[in-house]
């Protein structure tokens, strides 16, 4: 029985910039006091090669930026957490919500666990048998501290197949909402990723990541994957989702944004010298 109406976002391959900056515009749009309830679920594809760094991570210490620069691989700054992403054989999505009966405000793992559960009843909805990342998983898989890609770790309630990582995602809260935002790999290109990354990147790191094509024995369509991630999402939370189209005054900001931060040198130099 659906409970609740939800916005449903999909957008094609976009700059790397614009796709940062409007989750953020998202974030900053229902995080404000006076704002209605409301969630927006949102998936999304990258014009060029992108890799994306957690807000903390140093780009000087990470990336090899004359590879990035020569294979023409973008590199942005998310406003999230986590580890290094190369968005480049994967489709991203992001959900962003003041709901806080659907999410609640004081259980942040319990927010993981809810969004993977939908992306899990989606996921199994095309074939395959994904399984949670739990509590006890680090036993089973141990971290690599030194890595600086979100694949070569497994954290609490992240998506797994077959044994190996297949969804990673990273959160930002506000005082009233949040944002989760997370890649989903269709292929893996392990020597393409460690060359962005300094060739830090080992093969047995890397045998603890894995895609949807090598888990299915296929390349999924994008329209394929969206669609089933979105039965996942109104079966899981049992809400309707409906098209949503970015509005003219949030896309006026998410544009403004990108030039002005995540365009910008400057930002992420300021960054790298705090």
Known sequence: MVCDSWNLVVDGPLPAGFNMAVDEVLLEHVSDSSHPMETYVR???????????????????VV?????KSQGIEVVRRITGGKAVLHDQEITYAVISNDWNSF?????????????????????????????????????????????????????YEILCQGRKLVGSAQRRTRMAFLQHGSILLGIDPDR???????????????????????LGYLPEINEVVQKLVSGFRKSFRVDLRKADLDGPLRRRALGLSN???????????????
């Open 260 to 274: 002005s931060k995540y365009n910008a040198l400057e930002w992420d130099r300021d960054l790298e010298m705090a």
């Open 43 to 61: 998936f999304y594809q990258w014009e060029r090669p992108t890799l994306s760094l957690g807000f903390s991570q140093k780009a000087i210490k």
């Open 193 to 215: 990723w460690g060359k962005a990354l300094r060739n830090r990147l080992s093969a047995e790191i890397w045998s603890r990541a894995t895609s949807l094509s090598a888990c």
């Open 104 to 156: 609640p405000s004081s259980d942040i793992g319990g927010t993981y666990r809810r969004i993977a559960m939908a992306l899990l009843v989606g996921l199994r909805e095309m074939g395959l048998e994904p399984t949670l990342a739990e509590e006890t998983s680090s036993r089973a898989a141990p971290h690599f501290p030194s890595s600086p890609s979100c694949f070569a770790t497994t954290n609490h």
């Open 64 to 68: 090899d930026l004359d590879y990035c």
